[in-house]
């Protein structure tokens, strides 16, 4: 049950137990909105404590090595470039 649904339920069970002065007779409908009102507090407070409970993501702090004189990689006393290239084919969306 979510938070609309327990309010819901809290007023309907208000409005049965403060504001309906009606006799059934075989029905109290003052018992009736109490329960209800129990039932949504309840599952608001199971709401709550479930939303509260939720895995919760810390940004951890980003390590950067900085290198004050970069290498570059030599094979065979040649120095080695390394690229990136995003070739598409052609009619493919952009």
């Keep these: 049950m979510g938070i609309g649904a ?3 339920m809290i007023a309907l069970g208000a409005i049965f137990a403060f ?3 009606a006799n059934l007779g ?3 409908l003052h018992v009736v909105g109490w329960v209800l009102m129990l039932v949504g507090l309840v599952g608001l ?10 895995r919760r993501v810390v940004a951890a702090p980003v390590r950067q ?4 004189d970069p290498t570059v990689p030599v094979q065979d006393g040649r ?3 390394e690229e990136y290239r995003e070739v598409r084919r052609p009619g493919y969306p952009a």
Excluded: E, G, K
């Design 65 to 68: 090595r900085v290198v004050a």
């Design 79 to 81: 120095v080695v470039r």
């Design 6 to 8: 327990s309010i819901f």
């Design 26 to 28: 075989w029905l109290d």
């Design 45 to 54: 407070a199971l709401t709550l404590y479930f939303w509260n409970t939720r």
């Design 19 to 21: 504001a309906v002065n």
